[in-house]
């Protein structure tokens, strides 16, 4: 992985500092201390295509009537899933929300 500010090679398992709140995922570049953000609607896309396509092949292998609308509906998702794949990159942000405290109680 690259990041977009300094155009340096990127290591997760050396990134030392790091949020996440929900599908948003926030990490701190290691050199140049650049806040990297991901968008969280392409991973939920993501998720939701992978599941969909999942859902559709199991469908169309054990109840072989379904199999003319399940299969279309896989294949579509699964190109989805792989174009928001590509599409998933890091951008520069300002700085990560500060994180949401629990309510006690």
């Not at 990127?10 to 500092?17: G, I, K, N």
């Not at 392409?42 to 969909?52: D, E, G, N, P």
């Not at 859902?55 to 509906?73: C, D, K, R, T």
Request: proline share 7%.
């Amino acid at each position: 992985m690259f990041c977009p500010h300094c155009a340096k090679t990127l290591r997760f398992s050396q990134v030392s500092e790091y949020q996440v709140e929900g599908m948003q995922r926030y990490i701190r570049c290691y050199h140049c201390d650049t806040w990297l953000a991901n968008s969280g609607r392409i991973v939920m896309t993501k998720v939701v295509s992978f599941y969909l396509a999942a859902a559709g092949f199991a469908v169309s292998y054990f109840w072989p009537e379904w199999q003319l609308p399940a299969l279309p509906v896989s294949i579509f998702s699964l190109v989805v899933m792989l174009m928001s794949h590509l599409m998933d990159q890091w951008s520069v942000v300002e700085h990560p929300p500060a994180p949401r405290k629990a309510k006690a109680g």
